[in-house]
């Protein structure tokens, strides 16, 4: 089996460049074994010199044995085939396939060893296989993609043996690429449960659905229960019977979607960024709003705002959307909240939803967001998804039991106590406000969405 140091070894040296694959030889799990007992017998010398003939001759046929194996496995060609790109889901759990077969014409035992980029949780993945004569072998490797992005995967290590005497260590299979993408597993779930539950026998769109809305729809007959006052008094005496209008929501309002990757996105919450978090609800949320029947932009901010996305709707504005926030990066810079709010206001002409990703600032830096706020709240309507530390509350009302513990829990109580302020200023400006976990931004926003809708408030 490749141990670490071996490992280490193998990535490290430069003897990867011959055409036999040949990195170099080793002892196998058996000669250790075998040269035990040969030492073994050795102590029967002292009994009988005769003896010594016979620990010559065991050691030589060890010597053979091993010369022989490694001799055998100078010809033996291994060939590992695997797909040239390979597509990850972000924070998805997903598997991806080797094929592996060898020229030899004995079972041949190997052990597989594969390194990965940065954008995977696994600095390594192993396995083993044991191949036959003419025999693919297939090979599930388990992987989670922890970063969005591509990177360039090494060929595999593989030790192979026969008897296992000696191992030969060769590098198979051609390098390939990982490409990290957004979650739109996430949106196939969510696909998947909107016509299981929301839609079944309701028609491919969600948005008539929900709510009583103020847009008018069609006339239909009066049932039990109709309100009143969407009686169609006019129609009901041109027919003779009772006709009621029924409404539906509006269509084709606006979302806007603004995602800050300041440097507080850039922490990490599970091993995931919250930035990656962020994107992963972006994509959800943009799914949720064009299945909606409304038109949802995007872009990014921290001390600039950049372009983004004008809203529209559509497979192909998705497919978009989806370039666009796999390309977005976590940098180290201030957020500017004002400047933001100045952008909006110059592009947006229109009453829009604005649904904000952000972590909410400290005590410090809280007036340029209330100030944005402001900004904004008389003519669109803010909804701040906030990505919060779900440890923070826990932290603040932890009972201390030394001086370390006091000063820790004060530090998380002022800075829990200050988001609780902020948070209630932001409401009182006319924003809508949601505290939630990185993990559950998605699905927390397209509940805030869902409730704007039903409340007509946008």
């Known amino acids: ?127 083993h296989a044991v191949c036959r004569p003419g025999e693919v072998v297939a090979l599930e490797l388990t992987l989670r993609a922890i970063a969005r992005g591509s990177e360039v995967v090494p060929p595999a290590a593989v030790a192979m043996t026969l008897f296992g005497v000696m191992e030969r260590i060769v590098d198979a299979g051609n390098a390939t690429e990982i490409h990290v993408l957004p979650n739109l597993k996430a949106v196939k779930r969510m696909h998947k449960r909107l016509n299981a539950f929301a839609l079944r026998g309701l ?9 009583k809305g103020r847009e008018f729809d069609r006339l239909r007959d009066y049932v039990i229960d ?46 995931i960024t919250r930035l990656d978090h962020a994107v992963n609800a972006a994509v959800l949320i943009s799914y949720i709003t064009n299945r909606m029947e409304d038109k949802v932009g995007i872009l990014s901010f921290d001390t600039e705002t950049d372009k983004g996305l004008i809203a529209g709707r559509g497979t192909a504005h998705l497919r978009a959307i989806t370039a666009y926030v796999t390309s977005l ?15 909006l206001r110059r592009r947006l002409h229109h009453r829009t939803l604005l649904l904000m990703m952000t972590v909410l600032p400290e005590r410090e830096e809280r007036h340029d967001l209330l100030r944005a706020v402001e900004m904004l709240a008389p003519q669109h309507l803010p909804l ?23 000063s820790r829990t004060l530090v998380a109580r002022d800075i829990w106590m200050g988001r609780v302020e902020l948070t209630r200023d932001l409401r009182a400006r006319g924003a809508l406000v949601v505290e939630s976990t990185p993990e559950d931004a998605g699905i927390d926003a397209v509940n805030a969405y869902i409730d704007v809708k039903r409340r007509q408030l946008l």
């Open 1 to 127: 089996m490749l141990d670490e140091n071996l490992a280490q070894w193998v990535e490290h040296s430069g003897l990867r460049t011959q055409d036999s694959g040949l990195i170099f030889m080793r002892p196998g799990k058996l000669l250790p074994r075998l040269l035990i007992v040969v030492a073994a017998l050795s102590l029967l010398i002292a009994i009988s010199p005769l003896f010594a003939w016979v620990v010559a001759v065991a050691f030589a046929c060890v010597v053979f044995l091993a010369a022989s194996e490694a001799i055998a496995l100078r010809r033996v060609r291994v060939t590992i085939e695997r797909p040239e790109k390979i597509a990850l889901a972000l924070d998805e759990i997903e598997t991806t396939s080797i094929r592996v077969r060898t020229s030899s014409m004995r079972e041949v035992r190997m052990t597989i060893r594969q390194l990965w980029p940065r954008v995977v949780e696994q600095r390594s993945s192993i396995v």
């Open 203 to 211: 028609g491919a769109r969600a948005a008539p659905r929900l709510g």
């Open 226 to 271: 109709d309100d009143y006052r969407d009686i169609a008094w006019r129609a009901s005496a041109r027919h003779g019977r009772l006709i009621v209008r029924e409404f539906r929501l509006d269509r084709s309002q606006d979302v806007m979607l603004c995602l800050d990757h300041g440097h507080r996105m850039a922490a990490r919450v599970a091993q």
């Open 329 to 343: 990066a976590a940098e180290y810079r201030h957020t500017d909240y004002l400047a933001l709010a100045t952008n």
């Open 384 to 406: 701040i998804i906030s990505l919060g530390d779900p440890n923070l509350k826990a932290a603040a009302q932890f009972l201390p039991a030394d001086r370390a513990e006091l």
